[in-house]
């Protein structure tokens, strides 16, 4: 399962900011976490220039895409996918 976790806004906190996904899609990587296998999950997240902050998300660097642009992304996802599918 892919999920696209762009962050839409960000809460300060004393020592660095959390990013925050869009609502949906924190139910949407609940459900995955809960019902697919390990390794069934990346999550996508566009890198924006006016949030910055840590992910609230406790997945493996390998199960983390961020990119810049949408050529970054169609350049670099089928490659992780292909690595994520090696691993099973």
Known sequence: MVVDGTP???????????LIPSPYICTELGYALESKRKGQLLLLHQQRA?????????????????????????????QVIEALLQLR
């Open 8 to 18: 839409i806004t960000q809460i300060e906190q004393e020592e660095t900011s959390r």
């Open 50 to 78: 006016d949030i910055s902050g840590q992910w609230p998300f406790d997945l493996p660097s390998h199960q983390q895409l961020e990119f810049k642009t949408t050529e970054d992304l169609s350049h670099t996802l089928p």
